[in-house]
């Protein structure tokens, strides 16, 4: 399907570590987006790549995308006690409609 | 710029019961969406207004749940009636273009008891 899959499922770190989490997906994609989702400020987008974008850069963010392994990755350096969220990668095909998976937990301690 | 307004936030009703919700986009997206989300889940795509057409409504339960964006600006969802199943987060979100990144409102808690 459509849909992305994070892995992994839960991470958790301390303050100042990268964290990277993984998404696959099985059709072919227009575009693949991040979002992040935290009580306080509720679903917000992160970044956005396009299918013949192999990375894209965002402060301290950054996605890459393998369209020939259907996979993206997205990397947070120097975490932060305030990048604690769950992270959902969204696949956009043929319709631009996006699929979120389940997404990854991350935890982050000061 | 002023986000997506949703309302009410909170909501709890019976079964058998019917609600509506609420959502006013960011001036200027013409595309429109309504997601549920199930505690621990994603967010799954209900319905997608471009202007004041539906592009996408697939996963939209028919039989109790409605949408509508008359003018092509705010909209509004309804369940009627209401399941235990559809308690969740109702969020709406808009995106300039279609396919493009989108903004998301506060959400719209239900619990049905």
């Known amino acids: 399907s459509q849909q992305g899959e994070e892995d992994p499922q839960a991470l958790s770190i301390q303050e100042g570590e990268n964290a990277t989490m993984n998404c696959s997906y099985k059709?072919?994609?227009?575009?693949l987006q991040w979002y992040r989702q935290n009580s306080g400020r509720g679903l917000v987008h992160l970044i956005l790549?396009?299918?013949?974008?192999r990375e894209k850069h965002s402060g301290r963010l950054r996605v890459t995308l393998d369209t020939s392994k259907k996979s993206s990755s997205l990397l947070i350096t120097a975490s932060r006690a305030a990048d604690t969220a769950s992270y959902f990668c969204a696949p956009a095909g043929g319709t631009d409609k996006l699929i979120f998976g389940t997404g990854t937990r991350l935890q982050v301690f000061p | 710029e002023a986000g997506v307004a949703q309302s009410p936030r909170y909501k709890i009703i019976e079964k058998r019961q019917s609600v509506a919700f609420w959502c006013n986009p960011i001036?200027?997206?013409?595309?429109l969406y309504w997601y549920q989300q199930i505690l621990g889940q994603g967010p799954k795509l209900l319905i997608q207004f471009q202007n004041n057409g539906v592009v996408d409504d697939s996963q939209l339960p028919k039989d109790r749940f409605s949408a509508e964006r008359l003018k092509g600006v705010d909209s509004t969802l309804k369940i009627q009636p209401a399941k235990l199943e559809d308690s969740a987060v109702y969020l709406c979100?808009?995106?300039?273009?279609?396919?493009?990144?989108?903004?998301f409102g506060p959400g719209t808690r239900l619990t049905v008891t």
């Open positions: 059709t072919s994609i227009n575009n």
């Open positions: 001036s200027g997206h013409a595309t």
């Open positions: 979100a808009s995106s300039y273009l279609q396919g493009g990144e989108q903004y």
């Open positions: 790549i396009r299918s013949n974008e």
